[in-house]
């Protein structure tokens, strides 16, 4: 192999030698600038920028308000589709609340339920539950649009038919309402399951980041399982995209600060590294056109921070599998044209043997060892999404199976 290597590195420089009359081409040094550039443009949303949040957050820290003398009248909505194995003990979930019942509301709506999804909703009664049926699939965006049309509450409160709420989550999604300032408070999704996947890492990661980012009050986007807004900004232009990221987002651009509460928990099973695959797939090929027309809108308005936030941790990170295939392809070159032995090739093949040995062992190695694992499954789901979307093949209606 290192003949073979060695003979391919003499053949190019044959031919450049004769392309370029004798000028030598130092691929080697283009090639590292390549890798390092990759690199460095990977850790930008990965580890840059936290950094960045956690400083931003010890100089410009938002201060703490009072609570409410008298809580809002607040309306909590639910999309469901063929949800009849949870959406009864969601309900009692959402029953069981520690809030004022005479400010609190709970109203569903059935995407065309074919099962005894919409049975077992009108068996909670019209007094517990506000109960509406679509006969054709609108998707749960178009749902929670409607759903405000008809909501008394100051505050709506989103949220999934497959979730589980503590006892006072709604409440400390409400509390920070007490600031006028706030436009938008995000709840705390766990795992429900003690099993590692990409989607359990990926979210103790990401909540990490938006606690970083509830500091400075510019938590980007929110988590569509358990997150609120003031009703008054909730005024989507097109119902078909008012999904939770866009919905967290434009109070931001409206002016209103953004929040996280670690205490609002929510709880959900986690599903295995191929039904997150998919599922990651689905959003981002659904986002990403969300992130390019809220960028647009930032710039707009004159929101340069949000913008740099949006190009940074949204559409940089979603297209880091590009930087991340060609660090690699220029490590594996370097080999060619410098030694096998070289520091930058040896770096990217341990990293990439380890994702192999990662999908291969599956959870019988540890969590922190899967990492690159993990890193390539979210690489190459955001390309697949990203690709969905160029060629308008992004999915805004699905199945709870998909789930």
């Given at each position: 192999m290192l003949l073979f290597l060695v003979a391919v590195k003499k053949w190019i420089h044959y031919k450049f030698w004769m392309i370029f009359c004798g000028e030598e081409?130092?691929?080697?040094?283009?090639?590292?600038?390549?890798?390092?550039?990759?690199?460095?443009?990977?850790?930008?949303?990965?580890?840059m920028y936290p950094l960045i949040m956690f400083f931003l957050g010890l100089f410009f820290s938002r201060r703490q308000c009072s609570s409410f003398q008298e809580y809002p009248v607040v309306s909590v909505m639910v999309a469901a589709r063929n949800e009849e194995k949870?959406?009864?003990?969601?309900?009692?979930?959402l029953l069981a609340q520690d809030y004022p019942k005479d400010k609190y509301e709970i109203l569903v709506a059935s995407d065309a339920s074919t099962d005894k999804t919409d049975e077992i909703i009108k068996s909670f009664g019209k007094n517990c539950v506000k109960f509406m049926r679509f006969e054709k699939r609108m998707g749960k965006s178009v749902l929670m649009v409607e759903l405000s049309k008809i909501a008394r509450g100051e505050i709506l409160v989103f949220?999934?038919?497959?979730?589980?709420?503590?006892?006072?989550t709604v409440k400390e999604l409400v509390e920070p309402f007490a600031d006028p300032a706030v436009g938008c408070v995000d709840g705390s999704k766990q795992n429900s399951l003690n099993s590692i996947t990409c989607e359990s890492i990926y979210w103790r990661y990401e909540r990490m980041l938006k606690a970083l980012g509830s500091k400075i009050g510019a938590v980007l986007g929110a988590t569509g399982a358990v997150f609120a807004v003031r009703k008054s900004l909730y005024n989507p232009q097109d119902p078909s995209r008012a999904d939770d990221f866009e919905t967290a987002v434009s109070t931001r651009i409206q002016g209103y600060a953004c929040l996280y509460n670690s205490r609002?928990?929510?709880?959900?099973?986690?599903?295995?590294?191929?039904?997150?695959?998919?599922?990651?797939?689905?959003?981002?090929?659904?986002?990403?056109?969300?992130?390019?027309?809220?960028?647009?809108?930032?710039?707009?308005?004159?929101?340069?921070?949000?913008?740099?936030?949006?190009?940074?941790?949204?559409i940089l990170r979603w297209n880091m599998g590009v930087f991340a295939i060609l660090a690699s392809v220029a490590g594996i070159l370097l080999a060619v044209f410098d030694s096998p032995s070289n520091f930058l090739f040896l770096s990217v093949v341990f990293f990439n043997m380890i994702a192999i040995a990662g999908k291969l062992a599956g959870n019988r190695m540890s969590s922190f060892l899967r990492l690159p694992y993990f890193f390539?499954?979210?690489?190459?789901?955001?390309?697949?999404?990203?690709?969905?979307?160029?060629t308008s093949r992004a999915v805004s209606v699905w199945d709870h199976s998909a789930r």
């Open positions: 081409i130092i691929l080697i040094e283009v090639l590292g600038y390549v890798l390092w550039i990759c690199v460095g443009i990977i850790l930008l949303p990965m580890v949870c959406i009864g003990g969601r309900l009692q979930n949220t999934d038919a497959n979730t589980q709420f503590n006892p006072g609002a928990i929510a709880a959900e099973p986690t599903p295995n590294n191929s039904i997150q695959y998919h599922r990651l797939v689905r959003i981002v090929s659904w986002m990403i056109g969300s992130a390019f027309s809220l960028f647009g809108k930032a710039v707009k308005r004159k929101r340069y921070g949000l913008a740099l936030q949006l190009f940074v941790h949204k390539w499954l979210m690489c190459l789901a955001s390309l697949s999404g990203v690709s969905r979307a160029v």
